[in-house]
């Protein structure tokens, strides 16, 4: 057993208050254990003046964090899921997802609660194209502008009134303590999560068993799975947290559903489709379900964007 452990963290307010979340697990459950937090600046951190969909590049929340785990300064990173690539650098391993409680995109519009009270060509702050596309399928009057910065900062924005509402993730939301700014739930219906929206991941090094064996308690057996049909769906959509695709796995009758969209930006062209199986099948589904997405017609809409260049 470790008699030290330090964890590396970017230091956004979220990104604290998970890595102190996991700080905290660890305390509990090894008393006398000294949890040491290391706070560090990613690109995505630096660059807030451009779109992130512009910025592109993959890990953009997570290299320095990863480069610094495998030099040795820290031993775990805490991640929100959503922001890790599907691939993880060789040497580093995602060696638990703790439990999802809150999925979902949130609504925060003090003045007409919900995107069905909005009025006509009202502006709507998001940064995401996934959430930008399937508003749009809904509410094609609407203007949608590009809203950037840590959870605090998009809501000091809409404060300042630059916007009429804007879209966030619940969890983050809930995270920081502003869950009751939230005025409306989108139903996943209309709109679909990112990839593990709202999950954490903790990435270690692949061989420091003694650190994985450790946090081996934080593991939540379906969360994990669901991620696993999530991510495996990413992996052949090929993008990051900035494509128009949501996904969704839930467990269902002993199993796995998983369902998925892919849109295009003006939100027009949507595909979206669910497939069900077994619990162990739970990453060919994902596959499955992004190929049959992608033969619809998904494909076009990702080489119109410009982000598929190999189909593998
Ligand atoms: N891309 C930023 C980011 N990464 C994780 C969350 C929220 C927490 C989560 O989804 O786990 C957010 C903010 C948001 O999308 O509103």
């Known amino acids: 057993m470790r008699q030290k452990i330090v964890i590396g963290t970017r230091s956004s307010k979220l990104a604290l208050w998970q890595a102190d979340y996991v700080a905290d697990c660890l305390r509990k459950k090894y008393p006398g254990l000294i949890v040491e937090e290391k706070k560090m600046t990613t690109k995505g951190d630096k660059i807030l003046d451009a779109p992130l969909a512009k910025i592109g590049g993959k890990g953009l929340f997570t290299k320095e964090l990863e480069a610094e785990m495998l030099e040795g300064g820290i031993d775990l990173a805490v991640h929100s899921l959503k922001d890790m690539p599907t691939e993880v650098p060789d040497g580093l391993v995602i060696t638990a997802i703790t439990k999802r409680f809150d999925s979902g995109d949130a609504v925060v519009c003090p003045k007409y609660k919900t995107l069905d009270a909005l009025p006509q060509g009202a502006r709507v702050g998001t940064s995401s194209l996934r959430r930008r596309a399937q508003i749009l399928a809904v509410r094609p009057d609407l203007e949608l502008i590009d809203l950037r910065g840590n959870v605090n900062t998009r809501l000091k924005k809409l404060d300042d009134g630059e916007y009429d509402a804007i879209i966030l993730a619940v969890a983050g939301l809930k995270r920081l303590g502003f869950g009751d700014r939230i005025t409306e739930v989108l139903p996943k219906s209309m709109c679909l999560p990112a990839v593990g929206q709202g999950a954490l991941a903790i990435e270690a090094r692949e061989d420091d068993k003694e650190i994985r064996d450790m946090l081996a308690f934080l593991q939540d057996d379906e969360t994990t799975r669901c991620a696993a049909a999530e991510r495996a769906f990413l992996e052949t959509v090929e993008g990051g947290c900035q494509v128009p695709v949501g996904v969704y796995a839930v467990p269902s009758d002993g199993g796995v559903e998983v369902e998925a969209v892919i849109a295009s930006l003006d939100g027009k062209r949507r595909f979206r489709d669910k ?18 997405l992608l033969d619809a017609g998904g494909i076009e809409i990702l080489h119109e964007i410009g982000l598929l260049l190999d189909r593998k």
């Open 275 to 292: 497939v069900k199986g077994e619990w162990n099948d739970a990453e060919a589904l994902g596959h499955q379900l992004a190929n049959r």
